[in-house]
């Protein structure tokens, strides 16, 4: 049985991974809108830690729909939970266009993640890791080779390394 799992805005990375194995807690449906302070692009970008720029991307894509006062975008209560999710979705890995899929659609409340999804995603996660891990060992050896050589060549042997006498 495939069972979706929720990621609602108001939650820790680890209530989120909780979720991924099958709990199946509901989003933030029918929030109270009262007193909903609505935020610039500027304000916005600044309170979640992205660029203007890539608010405006992620508008261009469909994935958010400030509203918009002429040239003035301003971001509801709605469009944050939204942009929390969709920097979620970053954060574990998804693409924007899987991202789109796993909200649903315009009102998409929250990132609708099968256990099966989850399974997938964490053995491409851990596939990357391990490919970063080569990586960095491989500078790290580069990086203590100059170290040696910086050495050899304080201590009168470099001509000896380059097999010059």
């Known amino acids: 049985m495939m069972r979706n799992a929720a990621l609602t805005t108001d939650t ?31 304000e916005t970008a600044r309170e979640y830690g992205v660029t203007p720029r890539a608010l405006r991307f992620y508008e261009a894509k469909r994935l958010i729909a400030p509203e918009r006062r002429g040239t003035v975008r301003l971001y509801h209560r709605a469009d944050r939970r939204r942009l929390t999710l969709i920097l979620t979705g970053r954060r574990l890995g998804f693409t924007l266009g ?38 960095i ?22 001509s000896w390394m380059s097999g010059k006498s």
């Open 12 to 42: 820790t990375a680890a209530e989120d991974a909780a979720r991924c194995v099958g709990d199946q807690r509901g989003g933030i449906a029918g929030a109270d809108e009262l007193g909903d302070t609505a935020t610039t692009i500027a």
């Open 98 to 135: 899987e991202i789109r899929d796993l909200l649903g659609g315009r009102d998409g409340e929250r990132l609708r993640l099968t256990r099966e999804q989850c399974v997938a995603q964490i053995n491409l996660l851990e596939r990357q890791k391990r490919g970063l891990d080569v990586a």
């Open 137 to 158: 060992a491989e500078l790290r050896l580069i990086c203590t080779s100059f170290y040696q050589k910086q050495l050899l060549e304080e201590a009168g042997l470099g």
